[in-house]
């Protein structure tokens, strides 16, 4: 994020106001998350390149499982979906399987909230003792989110 600084007339800089939070709720969906497939792929659509995106069938392929861990973000205003964490259950392990945050909504700490949220009903309702998730190395923001929330590196996968 980039400041410019602006100076009154006696050349002393004028202080610069932080950039505006966005006001959000996260919710853990524990059942029926298909009810909610619209709006994911909308999301999904708008937040991920063709290649990358789930919105051709994938995402409703997940939805439909029953060992799914969902958190989604709204925001306050006007309750629209902002972003979602979608992970699976196997067992005592949960892989985070997809990360979506809309582009105006990002570093708004709204990934580590639904990561915080997705964790939380993994270790409690599904008894997760472990978790997993790919990241692309160049995605420094989310590597550096992932550290944050003590995930560690463990091996890259090559191509």
Request: charged share 25%; net charge negative.
């Amino acid at each position: 994020m980039a400041y410019e600084c602006e100076y009154n007339s006696d050349g002393e800089p004028i202080e610069q106001s932080a950039p505006v939070k966005l006001a959000f709720h996260v919710e853990y969906i524990a059942n029926n998350a298909i009810k909610l497939l619209d709006e994911l792929i909308a999301l999904e659509k708008a937040t991920f390149k063709k290649g990358d995106s789930w919105a051709d069938g994938d995402l409703a392929d997940h939805l439909k499982k029953r060992n799914i861990v969902l958190a989604v973000a709204r925001l306050q205003a006007d309750g629209k979906l902002c972003g979602y964490v979608l992970c699976t259950s196997t067992g005592v392990n949960i892989h985070v399987a997809k990360v979506a945050v809309r582009e105006d909504c990002r570093r708004q700490g709204m990934a580590r909230r639904m990561m915080e949220a997705v964790l939380q009903a993994a270790a409690t309702v599904r008894r997760a003792l472990s978790s997993t998730l790919y990241v692309a190395v160049e995605n420094t923001p989310a590597v550096e989110l992932y550290k944050s929330l003590g995930f560690a590196e463990d091996s890259y996968l090559g191509c």
